[in-house]
């Protein structure tokens, strides 16, 4: 099997994992609106989540040893392509005509990305300055986007695209490296950007998780264009991937480009209808919780009312004298 093909089947599998988890996530995040991250981290439900993550990401670290990073991280798009069908089935509606729509476009946009893209197995990796570049910019950007403010659920989910599409990126260099070099090169490359990679995936999933407080459609395609674009620089500005074809391949990446972009945005307009929809049960009053009568009996009338203190019982008042009574001089 040629290896760009090898590489497109595994993303097509990763991308399957990474849109079950990503459901899984906006689920559990629905059903638990007020908890924490840390919180999430004594469920079971949610390390079950961690794991598709993680198979996602091992076949996709398989996937970029075998084909170029401008093919394999377009088609991480494909993730939102399955979590359509995937989340309307477990919210228990079907899938409408703009998902529909959008999830056509999204396809016919990553094909014409494909064909501009598919170019040679990657034979260069970032070196331990540019990785270090690379991770700082990063970071300061991810730190900017996360800060308090409006829509932070919007920003959280383009924070974790670019620290997964940027993750993505350094674990090429670590394959890369760890299978076609050796000796201190070799040590220095695949330990230090190791955890520079483990860092930036922990970080994207507590992200997205974070993320999906808003709903799956917006954040997952937040996501999913943010995930593609950091690694799709990284690969045409340091690692010498170039587009096919010439500036007509430029132009159909760039159709490519535009359609997929259609397509998702098609895809945030959607929303669940109310009645699948899970809403946080108002919080009582404390004195209605304390006066609350038990379930099935009726509501007595009090014996005895108690009446506001007038200035005439405080005493700020004197009192008139009852009618026959003779007031002392």
Not at 56 to 68: E, F, M, N, R, S
Request: proline share 6%; net charge neutral.
């Amino acid at each position: 099997m040629n290896a760009t093909l090898f590489a497109v089947v595994l993303s097509l599998f990763s991308a399957v994992a990474y849109a079950a988890a990503a459901v899984a996530q906006e689920r559990l995040a629905s059903r638990t609106p007020g908890a924490g991250v840390l919180r999430m981290l004594g469920s079971g439900a949610w390390w079950s989540t961690v794991g598709l993550n993680a198979t996602g990401a091992l076949l996709h670290v398989v996937a970029l040893k075998y084909g170029p990073l401008t093919v394999v991280q377009p088609l991480g798009a494909l993730t939102l392509v399955a979590a359509v069908p995937l989340g309307a089935r477990v919210a228990g509606r079907r899938v409408t005509g703009t998902e529909w729509r959008g999830t056509a476009l999204t396809l016919l946009g990553l094909a014409a990305i494909l064909v501009t893209a598919s170019g040679h197995a990657p034979d260069d990796v970032l070196s331990v300055s540019e990785a270090i570049a690379v991770a700082g910019i990063t970071s300061v950007l991810i730190a900017a986007l996360g800060r308090p403010g409006k829509r932070r659920g919007l920003r959280h989910a383009t924070a974790s695209g670019m620290a997964s599409g940027v993750a993505s990126a350094l674990t090429q260099t670590v394959t890369v490296a760890a299978t076609d070099r050796s000796g201190s090169l070799l040590s220095m490359q695949v330990i230090g950007v190791a955890l520079v990679v483990a860092v930036f995936a922990a970080g994207g999933l507590l992200l997205s998780q974070s993320a999906y407080r808003d709903g799956l459609d917006a954040p997952l395609a937040l996501v999913t264009l943010a995930n593609p674009v950091a690694a799709a620089v990284i690969g045409l500005a340091l690692l010498g991937e170039r587009i096919q074809g010439g500036p007509a391949g430029v132009l159909l990446a760039l159709a490519g480009a535009c359609l997929a972009a259609r397509g998702v945005v098609l895809l945030t307009r959607v929303t669940e209808p109310e009645e699948h929809r899970v809403t946080e049960p108002e919080e009582e009053h404390p004195v209605a919780a304390v006066l609350a009568l038990e379930p099935g009996t009726a509501s007595p009338e009090p014996a005895l009312r108690l009446q506001p203190a007038t200035p005439l019982d405080l005493g700020l008042m004197p009192r008139q004298p009852e009618p026959g009574h003779l007031t002392a001089l």
